[in-house]
């Protein structure tokens, strides 16, 4: 899904499993900073709001997609906006998920980036385009089972082709994080200040509509800035974190607020370097958030746990929601009037949980029939051994030694006989 701005803009494993968070996944793309210490998901090891903000993203794609690609194209024929209200309240969060997921990418891509190519071109860049290959491969046969689903498809070879290369399918973040990272790996001796700066410029001319961005090409545009600025300005986003209070989040909510608001009543959205400038603000915001919900663990933990575990749901929810929209439009759309209010209501929270249900277990059941060659690039176990996880502080100890960070999108596994994923 690309940035985009309506009324707003959208703008602790020992070795990574077979679709779990290998290092560059939807958050993550090698070692990072250190972080805010203390929180669930961590034992003073593990960089604890990283993996509740990848698990908050992973959610907000999810609950976009259900939005906009299910729920509002079913008749609920009301006299209440309710559908109307779910799609803004969608909208809103649209410039925080693709930037901060990113964001953190670029944060734990800084080794990485440093390393030979002969290290890191297997596991950075041909693991990432072989994954997008063959769930795209396996999307455009499933999405043909559901041609009413509003959602990118190649309807021939042709049209497959370009999803392949030029113009992404909505499996679009694998094929960025393969692009950013060798992007930022060859222009690692390039100043800093000249990336952003260029990388900036194509966002806000991507975001105001001065360029071409068919299918999902303008999330590629977009994003580039914040996988950059997460790389490039990591201790700034390690002082921010590890700074967090309360006053902070309410300033950075505040700001964020006020930025929606001021492009809603100046009709702004489509001005050239709003919607990258309001990303800026949303990233802020969102890390505030996890920094705050890492340290309560009743909801920390469980957003940690899917943010270790976004690949799966990333790559298997579209085949998912289109067979389960086929299943459930028109049923619904044919109940009596106050049972679909009722439904309309909380629906999308619904759906969103039973998608996310049912491609936890589908993974869960691939992995039990020995398909991890859907998961990862199938070839030396060596290429898959994890990068070393950025540590969080732990007192006035001296630190333990640092728990590995495993490196894509990720999932946890099942104990089967297979070696232990952020639109």
Known sequence: MTTRL?????TATSRPTPGGDAGTGPASTGAGPAST???PASTGTRLAWADVAKGGCILLVLLWHVIVK???QIDWRLDVPVPGAWGTFGELLLPMRMPLFF???GMFAATAVQRPWRSVARPRAARFLYLYGVWLMIHTVVLALAPDFPTDRASDLGGLLAQ???TPSNLWYLYALALYFVLAKALRRVHPAVLLVAAGMLSAVASAGLVDTPGNRGGLYQNLVFFLAGLHL????????DGMTGRRLLLSAGAYAAALAAVA???TARLPGVAPLVSVLAVLFGIAVAVRLARWSAVGEPLAALGRQTLPIYVIHMPVLALLHRLIADPIAGLDDPTRFALAIGFPFSLTVGVLALSLGLHRLLLAARATWLFDLPGRAADRRPEPRPLAPTSSR?????TPEPSAPTAPLPRAPVPTAPR
Not at 234 to 241: D, I, T
Not at 398 to 402: E, I, M, Q, T
């Open 103 to 105: 964001t953190i990418s």
């Open 265 to 267: 009543a100046t009709g």
């Open 37 to 39: 210490g203390a929180g």
């Open 234 to 241: 990591s201790g700034y986003v390690r002082r921010w974190a």
């Open 70 to 72: 299910d729920y509002l």
């Open 6 to 10: 309506p009324i707003v803009v959208e």
């Open 164 to 166: 392949l290369t030029v």
């Open 398 to 402: 001296p630190s333990g030694p640092r």
